[in-house]
């Protein structure tokens, strides 16, 4: 089973509103990522866990808060977002840490930010 | 340091072969390929590891080569099914996991 699920397929939120994205998977994969495509775009890396830390932040504002609770779950916690934010939210896994780990994507959720 | 994709779009009538390119300017471990239909997730395809390795879907080949940081991606016997966007994702030594992406490549198959 290669699945990752994502909770909410769809989000639409307010500047002031917060909310949360989950992410699960039940491979025992030790790496989860956060990445944000916008349409017609190539993913674009945001977060990286690996064994349930952080390992690699691109820069991303503070209006994002990643958690990895344990190592089959993955949040996101959105906080005072910017229209501009609005873009498919895709978390993804991978059996390992280091090079050469193919990575599998959720379903992504799409966010809309008014 | 985004890996340059051609061409950046392709029609194919079913059964016609493509090829998809990827290049990096700079040295890389690994090239993953991945395939995303409209309004869903990206879809492992195959990774080609620097020193010959190669994972991946069994009816999809692609080369690698590690001289010249470039990798092709070959459809032959295109079938519908085969439409969508091929996004070739670069890895560096060092880069754990980080993979960057390229443009992309819109594939449309035709009967």
């Known amino acids: 089973d290669t699945e990752v699920t994502q909770t909410p397929k769809h989000l639409v939120m307010g500047m002031t509103n917060k909310k949360s994205l989950k992410c699960e998977q039940h491979m025992g994969h030790r790496a989860m990522y956060w990445y944000k495509q916008k349409a017609k775009k190539p993913p674009e890396l945001m977060f990286v866990?690996?064994?349930?830390?952080?390992?690699i932040n691109e820069s991303v504002p503070s209006r994002f808060s990643p958690e990895c609770p344990n190592s089959s779950l993955l949040n996101l916690h959105l906080h005072a977002l910017q229209p501009e934010d609005s873009a498919l939210y895709l978390c993804?896994?991978?059996?390992?840490?280091?090079?050469?780990?193919?990575?599998?994507f959720g379903p992504g959720t799409r966010l809309t930010v008014t | 340091q985004q890996p340059v994709q051609s061409p950046q779009a392709v029609i194919l009538r079913e059964g016609e072969d493509a090829v998809i390119n990827c290049s990096s300017s700079k040295a890389l471990y690994s090239v993953h390929w991945y395939r995303q239909k409209h309004g869903e997730a990206p879809v492992f395809l195959m990774i080609l590891l620097k020193g010959g390795e190669q994972k991946g879907h069994d009816k999809i080949s692609a080369s690698f080569n590690e001289k010249k940081q470039q990798s092709s991606l070959y459809l032959t016997a295109s079938q519908l099914s085969y439409s969508g966007t091929y996004f070739c994702?670069?890895?560096?030594?060092?880069?754990?996991?980080?993979?960057?992406f390229g443009a992309g490549t819109r594939l449309a198959v035709h009967p």
């Open positions: 993804a896994s991978s059996p390992g840490m280091g090079e050469g780990y193919e990575q599998y």
């Open positions: 866990y690996s064994y349930e830390k952080l390992s």
């Open positions: 994702g670069t890895e560096h030594t060092g880069g754990y996991n980080k993979l960057i």
